[in-house]
């Protein structure tokens, strides 16, 4: 049986088992490997994709789950990485290893929608459930504080560790 739904813009139709996690429809199917696997529990964000607009590990959703629905990647954020959490990320010089990066990134651009004028503790908080092992976390806050400014026109104001 077939199963469609839109990815970065494009309806994309996949026959495999309904009950195959998202992460591999998208990675071995579709050939959009810059979703990650972490754990395969939901648990560390490296899988972080945005269904109809939320984040979601992709590693936990069936893919019958998204029939129908829209499916953001981080390869669909931008195709030359001018998205403004991606311009940030390179500003700051975030990744060490960058395995989490993208799962990061999807998680960042998610909460910046909700939070458009955070504050450090606001970014530590919602940044919290995705695990970095290289210990970014301040280049991330930077990174997620940039982007703010930048999406509000303002990025002179931000990227000191978030005084504002």
């Known amino acids: 049986m077939a199963i469609s739904f839109e990815v970065n ?3 994309r139709s996949v026959e495999v088992d309904p009950k195959t996690p998202l992460l591999w429809v998208l990675r071995d199917s579709l050939n959009l490997t810059g979703t990650k696997y972490g ?3 939901a648990a560390c964000g490296a899988c972080t994709v945005h269904i109809n607009g939320e984040p979601a590990r992709s590693c936990s959703y069936p893919v019958a789950s998204v029939a129908g629905k829209k499916v953001t990647t981080i390869e669909g ?13 390179i500003a700051e010089q975030v990744p060490e290893c960058g395995y989490c990066q993208s799962g990061q990134i999807m998680t960042a651009v998610a909460f910046l929608e909700k939070h458009p004028r955070p504050t450090s503790a606001e970014v530590d908080e919602g940044m919290s459930n995705n695990i970095c092992r ?31």
């Open 9 to 11: 813009g494009e309806t």
């Open 77 to 89: 954020l931008s195709r030359d990485r001018s998205h403004p959490v991606q311009q940030a990320w």
């Open 39 to 41: 754990c395969g529990i």
């Open 134 to 164: 290289c210990g970014t976390a301040q280049r991330i806050r930077k990174a997620v504080l940039r982007a703010a400014g930048m999406t509000n026109g303002s990025a002179d104001q931000v990227g000191t560790g978030g005084a504002r």
